[in-house]
């Protein structure tokens, strides 16, 4: 009896977890791109603090130099928003993401909202960095 309990329970504890990160302020999209940064559209990608827009996700990546070596990449479709004309996120003031919608911030290292009442952070990625010149950006 304790045992067909024990594997009932863990049936229902497996069936009830997922292996994914989900952000439940975004609907899933896969992400599979891939920067160059010896492109001339990518030239502010080869400095700390630089940052890019690049295809890819809802409406497009931001793409952010952290130090040389290390960098991040978020969605540009503002966290609970549709994609509208106005829910296509910027960077401002090379420090922050902003969205153009609810004028919502957040932070361009790792996506926390900086405006009061927002509890979504922003779609972040994966970042690898191949060989110093080429970037993966996925999310799996």
Not at 15 to 26: A, F, K, R
Not at 115 to 136: D, M, P, Q
Request: proline share 4%.
């Amino acid at each position: 009896m304790k045992k067909a309990a024990f594997l009932l329970l863990t049936i229902i504890f497996l069936g009830c977890t997922s292996n994914t990160n989900n952000n439940d302020c975004l609907p899933f999209i896969s992400v599979n791109t891939s920067v160059n940064l010896d492109l001339p559209q990518f030239i502010d990608l080869q400095v700390p603090g630089g940052w890019a827009y690049v295809n890819g996700g809802h409406q497009g990546l931001i793409v952010y130099n952290i130090n040389g070596v290390q960098f991040k990449a978020f969605d540009r479709l503002c966290p609970g928003q549709n994609i509208s004309s106005c829910s296509q996120m910027i960077v401002d003031s090379n420090l922050r993401i902003l969205c153009q919608c609810d004028d919502s911030e957040f932070n361009i290292l790792n996506g926390a909202p900086l405006t009061e009442g927002v509890t979504c952070f922003a779609k972040e990625y994966l970042v690898e960095n191949l060989n110093g010149s080429i970037l993966r950006i996925t999310n799996f």
